[in-house]
């Protein structure tokens, strides 16, 4: 079957949805190498500039010497090494919650918990925003699913009194992130937390990309808005501000148990290796560290630049994370940006369908505290350029 597949791939081309693997062949950082030449990196989520910093890696080189590279079994199995424990006190100490557990990656998290928390006879609710891995966890639990226009609490509240009518016995969860992966927005959190004392329901919040960028050490949104009481599941990620790789949720003792005897992403699959945990674990110390402060601060200084620096209109009005998107609509038009971009030299790619809704392709700029100012005027001097152009043509 010479033409197996082929189909597909041209169906994609021709609809401007192809995608294909770009190597980087360099250390991460905001200069990266593509295709041997250097480029300007606007487009990861090391919000902190950690995944190559020297004591992170010595971190990891410590722990290998230690424990070995691989954890050679499940958590339950013998894979669940020092490290691993130490990670989950840290982080329910992190999170100001009773207790933690970690997973191989956020994706992995999503899946496993929202998949062994709610069944047949239970209600999701769900930010039509939310990330892929929140959507597929919803769905192989086998719950109904709803799906609310993001942040609009009046469907949220329409589908939590339907609910109530409906399948009274249900459990009900309200699944949201803090910060928006793919906008950069914030949920209104503490209306949600309203709304979910109201009727009884049970709060998921992704904290994927709101840890380290937001609220005092980092801690995320959570604990900023003062909610971490009314919210029953908070997940997060390693993979992002803590450069690492890697998921977690923290909560009661209860639900953390619940987990470790149901997710099956996390009983039937290797523990990461210790070496990702002992890294994660220096993360957390340096974010809780006054040295991890001057770095979000410098972060949100960067944004500051950045906001200052972009034309009008290109944007949304107020920068509220280390996400900013810059909206096309059309897969094309998006596609063409970023190989312009990449031209001049900065990596920023398109961002398309089914990450985003069709039609609401955008690049997707990302910044770093390790970005230097004049790297950032140069980016918002490129994409003046490229807004004018745009205008003109
Ligand atoms: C909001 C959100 N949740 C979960 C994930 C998955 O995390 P990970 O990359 O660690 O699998 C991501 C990242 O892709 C994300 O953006």
């Known amino acids: 079957m010479p033409r197996l597949f082929e189909e597909e791939l041209t169906v994609l081309e021709q609809r401007s949805l192809l995608r ?5 062949e360099s250390q991460p950082g905001t200069i990266v190498t593509v295709q041997g030449r250097q480029v300007l990196n606007f487009s990861s989520n090391d919000y902190l500039g950690l995944a190559g910093e020297q004591f992170m890696r010595d971190a ?3 722990a290998i010497d230690e424990y ?5 079994a499940s958590r339950l199995v013998c894979g669940n090494t020092t490290p691993h424990a130490m990670l989950e006190s840290k982080l329910a100490e992190f999170k100001r919650t009773e207790a933690a557990v970690a997973f191989s990656s956020g994706y992995a998290t999503a899946v496993g918990t929202l998949s062994a928390l709610a069944s047949r006879a239970d209600v999701i609710i769900l930010d039509k925003l939310a990330h892929a891995s929140l959507i597929d966890g919803a769905r192989l639990s086998n719950a109904t699913i709803r799906v609310f226009p993001h942040n609009d609490l009046k469907k949220l509240e329409s589908h939590l009194q339907w609910a109530k009518d409906e399948a009274p016995d249900a459990r009900v969860f309200i699944v949201t992130e803090s910060i928006f992966s793919m906008d950069g927005d914030r949920a209104p959190l503490v209306e949600i937390v309203a709304l979910k004392q109201d009727y009884g329901a049970l709060l998921v919040v992704d904290e994927a990309h709101a840890v380290g960028v937001i609220g005092d050490n980092g801690r995320g949104l959570v604990d900023k808005l003062g909610v971490t009481a009314h919210v029953d599941i908070q997940m997060g990620t390693l993979s992002k501000a803590l450069g690492v790789a ?3 949720i923290c909560g009661k003792r209860k639900l953390i148990d619940l987990l470790i005897n149901r997710a099956r992403a996390l009983i039937y699959s290797t523990a990461p290796p210790p070496a990702l945990a002992m890294a994660a674990c220096a993360a957390i110390d340096f974010m809780e560290s006054p040295e ?3 770095r979000r601060r410098r972060l949100w200084g960067n944004l500051k ?4 620096g972009l034309p ?3 944007t949304p009005e107020k920068i509220q994370s280390a996400i900013v998107p810059v909206m096309f609509g059309d897969e094309e038009r998006a596609l063409e940006a970023a190989r312009w971009l990449l031209e001049k030299g900065f990596l920023v790619p398109a961002i398309r369908y089914p990450t985003v809704a069709r039609g609401a392709a955008r690049l997707r700029v990302t910044v770093s505290a390790a970005h230097m100012t004049d790297q950032i005027e140069s980016l918002t001097e490129a994409l003046r350029l490229m807004h004018e152009k745009s205008v003109e043509g």
């Open 292 to 294: 991890g402060e001057a």
């Open 305 to 308: 630049v950045l906001a200052a």
């Open 246 to 248: 890697g998921g977690y």
């Open 60 to 62: 990891a080189k410590r």
């Open 312 to 314: 009008t209109g290109l």
């Open 20 to 24: 294909k693997l770009r190597e980087i």
């Open 68 to 72: 070995g590279v691989g954890a050679t």
